[in-house]
Each structure stands twice: as C-alpha cells, then as structure tokens.
C-alpha cells in the first residue's frame, strides 16, 4: 500500500490542524491505519490507530483524534489544542494490525511524514 499525507504546518500554541492521508494500491478496510511522528533528536513515537478501536499515546489523548474513511481510502488525525512539544515531523503509517503497527517493524508501510510546527 502507498501512503500520501497532507495537512501539516505552522500553528499557534493552543491552535488546531487536522493530517490526512490517503491510500492506494490495497485493501483500505483491511488495514489497520495509524499516525507516528518524530521530533529533531528524538526517536519515532506512536499517536494514534485505528484498528477495531481506536488507540492513542498518553502525550495526545483527550487532544488528538484519528478517523477514517474507509470509502475514500483516508485517515484523519485532528489535533486540538496543540502544544510546542506537539512539534514533529508526522507520519502515516499501515499495517495488519494495531499491535504490528506499534512495532514499526518491516511489516509497517509509511507515508512520506508531513511536518507539524507548534510556535509558542
């Protein structure tokens, strides 16, 4: 599966944006779909998923919500109240499962990451 995501930029502390990607070449439905992101010295982290439920990461939740369109091939990822420390390069991300997501092992296909910058 190939992966586009769109969507980030330049915010405000406090503001929102909402990420999108789109799929091709796979079974959209059949994928569980998530969001990673990476900030300057860190390593890659998990956000969120959406699996038979939806999963976040303790740094978002409450904050940032994923959604999918499983009809137009897309997942979302609205981020509310955005704070500096949210500032990172995004990334989409599919796999068979939630669990083999989180892994971000060979198995995982990703998108081409989308940077979010969070001014305060």
């Known amino acids: 599966v190939q992966l586009q995501a769109c969507g980030g930029g330049l915010v405000q502390a406090g503001g929102c944006l909402r990420l999108s990607c789109v799929a091709s070449g796979g079974t959209f439905s059949s994928y569980a779909m998530g969001w990673f992101r990476q900030a300057p010295g860190k390593e890659r982290e998990f956000v969120a998923a959406?699996?038979?439920?939806?999963h976040y990461g303790d740094s978002v939740k409450g904050r940032f919500t994923i959604s999918r369109d499983n009809a137009e091939n897309t997942v979302h990822l609205q981020m509310n109240r955005l704070r500096p420390e949210d500032t990172a390069v995004y990334y989409c991300?599919?796999?068979?499962?939630?669990?083999?997501?989180?892994?971000?092992?060979?198995?995982?296909?990703w998108g081409q990451g989308t940077l979010v910058t969070v001014s305060s």
């Open positions: 991300a599919a796999a068979i499962t939630v669990a083999t997501l989180k892994l971000q092992g060979y198995n995982v296909s």
């Open positions: 959406s699996g038979e439920r939806a």
